[in-house]
């Protein structure tokens, strides 16, 4: 039976229809996780069959010659439909802040080591600049996504980045922060599948992501097929980061 391990960040409950009747039909097991290098240990292992996991983790197993997994579909923006979801950089409304170089030694929100919009876009655009994430920002580590906004008005961190349609999201947003910075580059977590598995299996799960329609009010937009050219530029800028980051 395959094995489907997903990131339960993501927003994906195989408890729900139509993943339930789904999975069930096409025989797949599901495990959920929050714990994100466990995750990585187990796709390092080829343990599971199918991967809900962040596109900057998958970009790390590529980056290794590791091509037991190959992506299948890809998140898209509940905005523009588009694989790009761009990130924002965030700080209260009267900031006197008015760009990135404005905030060296800041306290900063993040969501976790894994993450694409609140750990590397801010690490690409400093990377640009020929400085480092960490030397450049005091990190700390916020509840996500509105909840990272939430800390900038609150004051518990100066700034944030976090993706653009969670501050789109909440019209006050924009009354409360103000956007100083951004990153357009950035695509969202993906499927990936094992190397050999059942195509009967694959073409299933595609066709019945493709498909799907979030609920109101989701993070995330439907699938897109996963292609190559749609992760390009972004894996051309993790590339150029430190190994350690």
């Known amino acids: 039976m395959p094995s489907f391990l997903i990131d339960s960040n993501l927003g994906l409950d195989p408890a729900e229809e139509p993943w339930r009747s789904v999975f069930s039909r096409l025989g797949i097991t599901t495990t959920c996780t929050t714990d994100l290098p466990e995750l990585d240990r187990s796709v390092e292992a080829h343990e599971p069959d199918i991967v809900f996991m962040p596109i900057a983790d998958f970009h790390r197993v590529l980056a290794s010659g590791d091509r037991h997994y190959r992506g299948l579909a890809m998140l898209t923006s509940k905005f523009t439909g588009a694989t790009t979801l761009p990130s924002v950089l965030v700080v209260g409304k009267n900031d006197p802040a008015t760009c990135l170089d404005d905030l060296q030694g800041a306290s900063f929100g993040y969501i976790n080591r894994s993450c694409t919009s609140s750990y590397y ?125």
Do not use: C
């Open 121 to 245: 876009a801010p690490a690409i655009l400093l990377q640009h600049a020929g400085r480092s994430l960490s030397d450049f920002f005091d990190l700390r580590p916020t509840v996500p996504w509105q909840g990272q906004i939430d800390a900038v008005v609150s004051g518990d961190v100066r700034a944030t980045m976090v993706l653009e349609d969670v501050w789109k999201t909440t019209p006050s947003n924009a009354e409360t922060t103000k956007v100083i910075g951004r990153y357009d580059q950035a695509t969202g977590a993906l499927i990936v599948v094992r190397d050999g598995l059942d195509e009967t299996v694959v073409r299933a799960l595609l066709d019945t992501l493709l498909a799907w329609k979030p609920k109101p009010g989701a993070l995330f937009g439907g699938f897109a097929a996963f292609t190559e050219s749609g992760v390009a530029r972004f894996f051309q800028d993790l590339d150029q980061l430190p190994a350690s980051l």
